[in-house]
Protein backbone atom coordinates (compact mmCIF):
# COMPACT_ATOMS: atom_id res chain seq x y z
CA UNK A 1 0.00 0.00 0.00
CA UNK A 2 1.62 3.46 -1.10
CA UNK A 3 -1.10 5.52 0.37
CA UNK A 4 1.27 9.14 -0.37
CA UNK A 5 2.56 8.35 -3.28
CA UNK A 6 6.04 10.40 -2.47
CA UNK A 7 3.29 13.68 -1.67
CA UNK A 8 4.49 15.77 1.38
CA UNK A 9 0.81 16.86 2.21
CA UNK A 10 1.85 19.80 4.61
CA UNK A 11 3.65 21.52 1.75
CA UNK A 12 2.03 24.76 1.26
CA UNK A 13 4.63 26.37 -0.88
CA UNK A 14 3.64 28.35 -3.38
CA UNK A 15 0.77 29.30 -2.00
CA UNK A 16 -1.03 32.65 -2.15
CA UNK A 17 -2.00 33.70 1.44
CA UNK A 18 -4.17 36.67 2.30
CA UNK A 19 -3.51 37.37 6.09
CA UNK A 20 -5.71 40.24 7.56
CA UNK A 21 -4.18 42.26 10.75
CA UNK A 22 -0.82 41.24 9.91
CA UNK A 23 0.44 44.40 11.28
CA UNK A 24 1.67 43.29 14.46
CA UNK A 25 1.07 40.42 16.83
CA UNK A 26 0.07 37.22 16.10
CA UNK A 27 -0.79 38.33 12.37
CA UNK A 28 2.69 39.59 11.86
CA UNK A 29 3.26 35.58 13.41
CA UNK A 30 1.36 34.07 10.60
CA UNK A 31 2.62 36.05 8.00
CA UNK A 32 6.19 34.97 8.36
CA UNK A 33 5.24 31.25 9.25
CA UNK A 34 3.70 31.17 5.80
CA UNK A 35 6.58 33.18 4.21
CA UNK A 36 9.15 30.78 5.66
CA UNK A 37 6.88 28.13 4.26
CA UNK A 38 7.23 29.51 0.45
CA UNK A 39 3.97 30.96 0.80
CA UNK A 40 3.68 34.24 -1.35
CA UNK A 41 1.98 36.53 1.90
CA UNK A 42 -0.43 39.27 0.97
CA UNK A 43 -0.29 40.88 4.35
CA UNK A 44 -3.35 43.30 5.09
CA UNK A 45 -4.16 45.94 7.49
CA UNK A 46 -5.77 49.15 8.34
CA UNK A 47 -2.39 50.31 9.91
CA UNK A 48 -0.32 50.69 5.94
CA UNK A 49 3.02 51.44 7.69
CA UNK A 50 3.45 48.79 10.11
CA UNK A 51 2.03 46.17 7.66
CA UNK A 52 4.40 47.50 5.04
CA UNK A 53 6.85 46.82 7.71
CA UNK A 54 5.83 43.92 8.43
CA UNK A 55 6.29 42.69 4.40
CA UNK A 56 9.75 44.42 4.28
CA UNK A 57 11.00 42.02 7.16
CA UNK A 58 10.05 39.15 5.53
CA UNK A 59 11.55 40.39 1.66
CA UNK A 60 14.40 41.14 3.47
CA UNK A 61 15.08 37.66 4.41
CA UNK A 62 14.73 36.87 0.47
CA UNK A 63 11.25 35.62 0.93
CA UNK A 64 8.08 37.05 -0.72
CA UNK A 65 5.54 39.39 0.89
CA UNK A 66 3.32 42.31 -0.27
CA UNK A 67 1.78 44.91 1.86
CA UNK A 68 -2.13 46.09 1.13
CA UNK A 69 -4.14 48.22 3.21
CA UNK A 70 -7.78 47.48 3.89
CA UNK A 71 -10.45 48.56 6.65
CA UNK A 72 -12.50 45.47 7.27
CA UNK A 73 -15.40 46.94 8.22
CA UNK A 74 -15.57 48.28 4.88
CA UNK A 75 -17.03 45.84 1.83
CA UNK A 76 -15.71 48.67 -0.56
CA UNK A 77 -12.42 48.59 0.93
CA UNK A 78 -12.46 44.68 1.32
CA UNK A 79 -13.37 44.40 -2.45
CA UNK A 80 -10.73 46.88 -3.34
CA UNK A 81 -8.03 44.77 -1.21
CA UNK A 82 -9.13 41.77 -2.82
CA UNK A 83 -8.69 43.03 -6.72
CA UNK A 84 -5.30 44.41 -5.81
CA UNK A 85 -4.22 40.90 -4.27
CA UNK A 86 -5.49 39.36 -7.92
CA UNK A 87 -3.69 41.64 -9.83
CA UNK A 88 -0.75 41.11 -7.99
CA UNK A 89 -0.58 37.77 -7.26
CA UNK A 90 -3.84 36.02 -10.20
CA UNK A 91 -5.26 33.93 -6.78
CA UNK A 92 -5.86 33.33 -2.91
CA UNK A 93 -5.27 29.79 -2.35
CA UNK A 94 -5.93 30.63 1.63
CA UNK A 95 -7.77 33.24 3.70
CA UNK A 96 -6.24 33.45 7.34
CA UNK A 97 -8.96 36.02 9.00
CA UNK A 98 -7.40 37.37 11.56
CA UNK A 99 -7.94 41.19 12.34
CA UNK A 100 -9.66 41.57 15.49
CA UNK A 101 -9.82 43.96 18.38
CA UNK A 102 -10.86 44.91 21.93
CA UNK A 103 -11.33 46.48 25.06
CA UNK A 104 -11.29 45.87 27.91
CA UNK A 105 -13.63 47.28 30.30
CA UNK A 106 -16.90 46.08 32.52
CA UNK A 107 -19.91 45.18 31.22
CA UNK A 108 -21.63 47.71 32.51
CA UNK A 109 -19.50 50.25 31.22
CA UNK A 110 -19.43 49.38 27.67
CA UNK A 111 -20.48 51.75 25.43
CA UNK A 112 -22.51 51.94 21.83
CA UNK A 113 -19.19 53.17 20.20
CA UNK A 114 -16.69 50.44 21.50
CA UNK A 115 -19.96 47.97 21.04
CA UNK A 116 -19.89 49.04 17.33
CA UNK A 117 -16.73 49.04 16.76
CA UNK A 118 -15.48 45.83 18.43
CA UNK A 119 -18.34 44.17 16.22
CA UNK A 120 -17.78 45.51 13.10
CA UNK A 121 -14.37 44.46 13.57
CA UNK A 122 -14.41 40.93 14.45
CA UNK A 123 -17.68 39.89 13.03
CA UNK A 124 -18.48 42.27 10.21
CA UNK A 125 -15.20 42.47 9.23
CA UNK A 126 -14.24 38.64 9.77
CA UNK A 127 -18.09 37.49 7.70
CA UNK A 128 -17.29 40.05 4.86
CA UNK A 129 -13.87 39.64 4.03
CA UNK A 130 -14.00 35.58 3.95
CA UNK A 131 -17.45 35.95 1.77
CA UNK A 132 -14.85 38.28 -0.61
CA UNK A 133 -12.34 35.72 -0.85
CA UNK A 134 -15.02 32.95 -0.89
CA UNK A 135 -16.44 34.26 -4.30
CA UNK A 136 -12.60 34.24 -5.47
CA UNK A 137 -12.16 30.86 -4.10
CA UNK A 138 -15.29 29.49 -6.03
CA UNK A 139 -13.94 30.64 -9.20
CA UNK A 140 -10.52 29.00 -9.16
CA UNK A 141 -11.72 25.86 -7.82
CA UNK A 142 -11.17 25.93 -3.97
CA UNK A 143 -9.18 27.16 -1.35
CA UNK A 144 -8.69 27.21 2.65
CA UNK A 145 -10.49 29.49 4.90
CA UNK A 146 -8.93 29.95 8.52
CA UNK A 147 -10.92 32.08 10.54
CA UNK A 148 -9.17 32.90 14.23
CA UNK A 149 -11.58 32.21 17.04
CA UNK A 150 -10.18 32.85 20.94
CA UNK A 151 -10.95 31.63 24.27
CA UNK A 152 -13.15 33.41 24.39
CA UNK A 153 -15.04 31.66 22.06
CA UNK A 154 -16.03 29.14 24.65
CA UNK A 155 -15.60 31.05 28.12
CA UNK A 156 -16.95 34.06 29.86
CA UNK A 157 -13.58 36.18 30.45
CA UNK A 158 -14.36 39.22 32.73
CA UNK A 159 -14.32 42.71 31.12
CA UNK A 160 -14.32 41.31 27.68
CA UNK A 161 -18.15 40.97 27.00
CA UNK A 162 -18.43 42.26 23.49
CA UNK A 163 -14.86 40.36 22.33
CA UNK A 164 -16.60 37.10 23.80
CA UNK A 165 -19.76 37.75 22.34
CA UNK A 166 -18.06 38.08 18.95
CA UNK A 167 -14.79 34.97 19.13
CA UNK A 168 -18.12 32.64 19.94
CA UNK A 169 -19.92 34.11 16.58
CA UNK A 170 -16.94 33.49 14.67
CA UNK A 171 -17.09 29.40 15.91
CA UNK A 172 -21.23 29.50 14.75
CA UNK A 173 -20.27 31.52 11.59
CA UNK A 174 -17.36 29.69 10.36
CA UNK A 175 -19.52 26.17 10.96
CA UNK A 176 -22.12 27.29 8.44
CA UNK A 177 -19.53 29.06 6.32
CA UNK A 178 -17.87 25.47 6.01
CA UNK A 179 -21.49 24.02 5.33
CA UNK A 180 -22.39 26.59 2.33
CA UNK A 181 -18.86 26.53 0.84
CA UNK A 182 -17.66 22.59 1.24
CA UNK A 183 -19.59 22.02 -2.42
CA UNK A 184 -16.90 24.48 -3.80
CA UNK A 185 -13.91 22.62 -2.55
CA UNK A 186 -13.23 25.47 -0.15
CA UNK A 187 -12.72 24.29 3.56
CA UNK A 188 -13.40 26.46 6.57
CA UNK A 189 -11.60 26.38 9.93
CA UNK A 190 -10.70 28.20 12.63
CA UNK A 191 -7.80 28.42 15.38
CA UNK A 192 -8.28 29.09 18.89
CA UNK A 193 -5.50 30.41 20.40
CA UNK A 194 -4.97 30.80 24.06
CA UNK A 195 -2.98 32.95 26.23
CA UNK A 196 -0.07 34.60 23.75
CA UNK A 197 2.02 37.64 24.24
CA UNK A 198 1.15 39.97 21.99
CA UNK A 199 -0.01 43.85 22.11
CA UNK A 200 -3.62 42.98 23.02
CA UNK A 201 -2.73 40.58 26.04
CA UNK A 202 0.35 42.44 27.26
CA UNK A 203 -0.81 44.39 30.23
CA UNK A 204 -2.17 41.01 31.60
CA UNK A 205 1.30 39.74 30.82
CA UNK A 206 2.49 42.96 33.09
CA UNK A 207 0.79 41.95 35.79
CA UNK A 208 2.33 40.18 38.11
CA UNK A 209 -0.87 38.88 39.43
CA UNK A 210 -3.13 38.23 36.55
CA UNK A 211 -0.30 36.42 34.84
CA UNK A 212 0.42 34.02 38.19
CA UNK A 213 -2.92 33.16 37.61
CA UNK A 214 -3.20 32.43 34.08
CA UNK A 215 -0.45 30.08 33.91
CA UNK A 216 -1.84 28.58 36.74
CA UNK A 217 -4.46 27.84 34.46
CA UNK A 218 -2.48 26.44 31.81
CA UNK A 219 -1.43 22.63 32.33
CA UNK A 220 1.95 23.41 30.14
CA UNK A 221 2.37 26.09 32.54
CA UNK A 222 3.84 28.73 30.04
CA UNK A 223 2.54 31.29 27.78
CA UNK A 224 2.35 30.46 23.81
CA UNK A 225 4.68 31.24 21.43
CA UNK A 226 4.33 32.11 17.52
CA UNK A 227 5.62 28.72 16.48
CA UNK A 228 3.41 26.93 18.63
CA UNK A 229 1.06 28.41 15.86
CA UNK A 230 2.43 27.48 12.90
CA UNK A 231 1.89 23.76 12.78
CA UNK A 232 -2.14 24.00 13.05
CA UNK A 233 -1.55 26.85 10.68
CA UNK A 234 -0.15 25.06 8.15
CA UNK A 235 -1.85 21.91 8.56
CA UNK A 236 -5.24 24.11 7.83
CA UNK A 237 -3.42 25.22 5.00
CA UNK A 238 -2.40 22.41 3.21
CA UNK A 239 -3.61 19.29 1.48
CA UNK A 240 -3.26 17.40 5.01
CA UNK A 241 -7.15 19.32 5.72
CA UNK A 242 -8.59 18.71 2.94
CA UNK A 243 -11.29 16.43 4.99
CA UNK A 244 -11.40 18.98 7.72
CA UNK A 245 -14.10 21.46 7.57
CA UNK A 246 -16.10 23.26 9.71
CA UNK A 247 -13.62 22.48 12.61
CA UNK A 248 -12.08 24.30 15.38
CA UNK A 249 -8.28 23.39 17.12
CA UNK A 250 -7.59 25.22 20.24
CA UNK A 251 -4.05 26.02 20.90
CA UNK A 252 -3.68 26.87 24.45
CA UNK A 253 -1.95 24.47 26.38
CA UNK A 254 -4.54 22.84 27.71
CA UNK A 255 -6.32 25.93 29.45
CA UNK A 256 -9.61 24.09 28.06
CA UNK A 257 -9.24 20.73 29.09
CA UNK A 258 -8.87 22.00 32.59
Not at 81 to 100: F, P, Q, S
Not at 207 to 229: F, Y
Request: charged letters at 20%; glycine letters at 10%.
Amino acid sequence: MNILKGQNLFDVSGKVVLITGAATGLGEGYAHIFAESGCKVACADIQFEKVCQTAEDICAQGLEAKAFEVDVTSQKSIRKMAAEILETYGRIDVLVNNAGVEHIEPFTDVSEEHYDFITSVNLKGVFFVAQEIAKIMRKQGGGKIINIGSLGSYIGLAESSVYCTTKGGVIQMSKTMSIELGPDNIQVNCVAPGYFITPMTQSFYDDAEHRAWIESRIPLHNWGTVKDLAGPMLFLASDASNYVTGATIKVDGGWLAS
